[in-house]
């Protein structure tokens, strides 16, 4: 079984930036996939970024450019800077991981973490 534990998360002004940490354990030598995503109140979940065993990674347009996924396989730590931050962006952020290769959306992902909260402020 895969655990996954976010961190990072705070209240922010527009324009600043946060970097989420993702905390891997549990058997997670062959996790194919990993990723981001996000969720606003009255929202569906939508995938921020992945990133793949090769490293290759994928980014929703909204964050293109403000935002960079990467991993440490050392730590076994997945990463979320986040910079120019904008109110939009404001919501509860999820680590996610899969056996397979997945994209952005999140039927595709077996494990979760328990989320953590980014509020940026206008």
């Known amino acids: 079984q895969v655990q996954l534990v976010e961190s990072g998360g705070g209240s922010v002004q527009a324009g600043g930036s946060l970097r989420l940490s993702c905390a891997v354990s549990?058997?997670?030598?062959?996790?194919?996939?990993m990723a981001w995503f996000r969720q606003a109140p009255g929202k569906e979940r939508e995938g921020v970024a992945t990133i793949y065993s090769d490293s290759i990674e994928q980014y929703a347009d909204s964050v293109k450019g403000r935002f960079t996924i990467s991993k440490d396989n050392a730590k076994i730590t997945l990463y979320l800077q986040m910079d120019s931050l904008k109110a939009e962006d404001t919501a509860m952020y999820y680590c996610?991981?899969?056996?397979?290769?997945?994209?952005?959306?999140?039927?595709?992902?077996?494990?979760w973490g328990q989320g953590t909260q980014v509020t940026v402020s206008s």
């Open positions: 996610a991981a899969s056996w397979g290769r997945a994209v952005l959306n999140a039927v595709g992902y077996a494990f």
């Open positions: 549990g058997v997670s030598n062959y996790l194919y996939t």
